[in-house]
């Protein structure tokens, strides 16, 4: 049978939570161009946040989200997340997610920006894995069926509505077509798309991509958050050490010893991310280094080895000892604010087009996600999609949001002559060199000129990293149009010819094809 209720495409939290969900209302396909596991979730340390505390409150944890979000979050959107979240949190647990206790209680721990303990975490710092496996194997329980090493690669419409969708085998090259009343985007992000990141490979901005050919609204491709604290040594790929590491009370040094972040921001050392990337940057050029060192070797090594067993010993292999030694880290690209543009059913403006996950945008975390609030973002509007569908309410209608926005432009550009095609390695040092931490009017037009020349010169994709490099090439456009729109600085996207917030900026930019 080629036909389902509901396809799902993607298989890290947000695909499986939505699978398990779906199979109670009809046909459920999941299908992942990599085996089950391979996805961003799997690397998640720090946690889910929720207000479950004593000293916590759904209005305490709206007012962190907002201010995190600096003037571009969707009120009504946060409320929901915020109100969602504690009902959620006992689903997961139920579902089976070994959430680590503490004299009976879950554990909470405080992560940066946020006002109170709040962030719930398994296995110590290897929360996301727990939440894959135990996702995955209720999901194999249930028999629901999972296409492996199956990419999709064009969404199929006709009147504005979903028929279905288009799947690349990555074996054997061949395609298939399955048709569907309810789609499901699931696809995750595009931290590929820089030279340093903390995503896995999957990382691509294959849903971006697939909805805007179709006609998805595509907003606040501007935003993209740089984790300030990547591990930072010769030949190793850049690996997350968690902001929890500072929540525990990890000092962050530059490259002569000197505890900097008090300079920068009142919080010290849990500054929101994108004021503790832009401080490690100008203490890097400050003293000529590639890196600064996050500290915790006062912190007792029990504490360390119990709290960030992950960490610890994934640094333990390469060599270093952390609770001696000085951790060197760096900033590095680690999640897409915008995406597909969503209402607060998870509903695009394509009919049967839906979108959870890092890939959507659902307004929540506006110009900066505040830490650990993605997972908890996935679960809370999957089960909206869920609910939403169910009903068998209408579908069809455009994704009403009172965001204030601006149309994005995808100029041509002087995409005249030829330039030969890029490969993954200048695609990602282009816009690691011209769409990072800090931008400008100058290299932002240049990455666009390049990315527009690079759309029009590369091949028709045949297999899964030709299709790759085309999704990251248009992400790529999206994300460099949009922040040379943006004159000003707010959140994650900074500009450094205009480094200050402006009021007339308070909205949101939508591109659509
Ligand atoms: C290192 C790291 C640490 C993090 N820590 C935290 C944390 O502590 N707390 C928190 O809340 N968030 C954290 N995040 C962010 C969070 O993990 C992600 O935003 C979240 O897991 C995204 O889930 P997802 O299901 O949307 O995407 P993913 O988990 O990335 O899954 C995407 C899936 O889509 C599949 N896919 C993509 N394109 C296609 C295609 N064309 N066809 C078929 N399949 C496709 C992929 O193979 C994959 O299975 C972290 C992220 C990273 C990278």
Request: a negative charge; one cysteine or more; proline letters at 4%.
């Amino acid at each position: 049978m080629n036909r389902y209720d509901y396809i799902i495409i993607g298989s890290g939290i947000a695909g499986l939570y939505m699978a398990l969900l779906a199979r109670e209302q009809g046909s459920v396909l999941v299908i992942t161009k990599g085996s089950i596991e391979d996805c961003n979730t799997r690397h998640a340390q720090g946690g889910i946040a929720a207000a479950i505390g004593r000293d916590d409150s759904p209005d305490l944890h709206f007012k962190d989200t907002i201010e995190a979000g600096d003037g571009l979050c969707d009120e009504a959107a946060v409320r929901i997340l915020v109100d969602e979240a504690p009902a959620r949190i006992a689903e997961l647990v139920n579902l089976g997610v070994p959430f680590d206790t503490l004299n009976g209680r879950i554990a909470l721990t405080l992560e940066a920006a946020h006002s109170v303990p709040r962030i719930l975490h398994a296995g110590g710092d290897a929360t996301g894995e727990h939440i894959e496996v135990t996702l995955s194997r209720r999901v194999r329980a249930a028999r629901i069926p999972v296409l492996e090493d199956s990419q999709a690669t064009e969404i199929l419409v006709e009147k504005n509505t979903v028929k279905g969708i288009k799947v690349l085998d990555c074996h054997t090259g061949s395609m298939e077509t399955f048709e569907c009343r309810n789609l499901i985007l699931a696809t995750g992000g595009a931290g590929q798309l820089f030279k340093f990141n903390t995503n896995s490979d999957i990382a691509t901005g294959d849903g971006i991509a697939l909805a805007f050919k179709v006609g998805a609204e595509i907003i606040d491709m501007e935003f993209f958050q740089f984790h300030p604290t990547a591990l930072h040594l010769p030949g190793v790929t850049p690996f997350l050490i968690s902001e929890a590491v500072r929540g525990e009370g990890g000092i962050l040094r530059n490259a002569e010893g000197h505890p900097f972040m008090p300079e920068y921001a009142p919080q010290g050392d849990l500054a929101p991310r994108d004021v503790a990337a832009r401080s490690i940057l100008y203490e890097m050029k400050k003293t000529g280094s590639d890196r600064v060192f996050l500290d915790v070797a006062h912190l007792s090594p029990y504490v360390i080895t119990t709290r960030f067993p992950h960490i610890y010993r994934f640094c333990l292999d390469h060599g270093l000892d952390i609770t001696k030694e000085p951790v060197p880290v760096a900033p590095a690209a680690h999640y897409m604010m915008g995406g597909i543009k969503t209402n607060s059913w998870g509903e695009t403006n394509v009919s049967g087009l839906f979108a959870t996950g890092e890939t959507a945008c659902t307004g929540v975390h506006g110009a900066n996600r505040l830490a650990s609030n993605s997972m908890m973002e996935v679960v809370v509007f999957s089960k909206r999609i869920m609910e939403r569908t169910a009903r068998g309410a209408e579908t069809g209608s455009s994704a009403a949001s009172k965001r204030q926005e601006v149309k994005g432009k995808l100029s041509e550009r002087r995409v005249a002559g030829s330039s030969p095609a890029p490969s993954f390695t200048s695609l990602q040092q282009l816009a690691w060199n011209n769409l990072g931490v800090i931008r400008g009017r100058d290299g932002l037009s240049r990455a666009a000129d390049a990315l527009a020349m690079w759309q029009h010169s590369l091949p028709s994709p045949t297999d899964r990293p030709s299709h790759e490099l085309n999704n990251l090439v248009l992400t790529g456009r999206l994300i460099a149009e949009a922040a040379l729109q943006r004159e000003e600085s707010r959140g994650a996207h900074f500009r450094s010819d205009f480094p200050e917030k402006s009021t007339e900026w308070q909205r949101h930019i939508v591109f659509t094809a």
